[in-house]
């Protein structure tokens, strides 16, 4: 790899947030020769549980949850994948699998050897935080290289 190449991993989750931080580092921080890793934790797609009772142990509605779940994480995948393709990005997606995104950034960082995480922030208040945790203050303490936060104002106080 060029010594000018930088590895570049940007968490996205779906949200708004995560897509304002795209943007960002689109126009404030990129650079031609990045390879941009896109990491996606793979979570259960929540309209595949709403109404449906997985406890009743009937197959057609096991398969019926799985396959809608296959179809949102391909659904995902190619729109992420679309949007490396369309800013012309060398890159590729990543699928996380782990019950916690924060660890499962750290672990992609590390096992693809990035040279920087850009992560954004939802800004949860002090509260929510501490009950919930905060995937982007997890990152920043438990990541060895350099990570650049994104945080936006939020929609309702515009």
């Not at 949850?65 to 995948?77: A, G, M, P, S, W």
């Not at 490396?84 to 924060?102: E, K, M, S, T």
């Amino acid at each position: 790899m060029d010594s000018k190449t930088r590895k570049i991993l940007i968490a996205m989750d779906g949200s708004d947030h995560s897509l304002q931080t795209y943007n960002y580092y689109l126009k404030n921080i990129r650079h031609p020769e990045d390879e941009v890793l896109i990491a996606w934790n793979v979570d259960p797609h929540p309209a595949s549980y709403g109404t449906v009772n997985l406890m009743t142990g009937d197959p057609d509605i096991i398969n019926k949850v799985l396959n809608e779940h296959v179809i949102h994480i391909k659904h995902t995948v190619k729109n992420l994948e679309n949007l490396l393709a369309n800013d012309q990005l060398q890159g590729r997606v990543l699928q996380l699998h782990n019950a916690r995104a924060g660890e499962g950034i750290i672990k992609a960082a590390t096992d693809e050897n990035v040279d920087m995480i850009i992560v954004g922030s939802r800004g949860l208040g002090t509260i929510r935080r501490t009950i919930l945790g905060s995937v982007s203050d997890y990152v920043l303490h438990h990541a060895h290289i350099p990570v650049f936060i994104c945080k936006f104002e939020h929609s309702s106080h515009k």
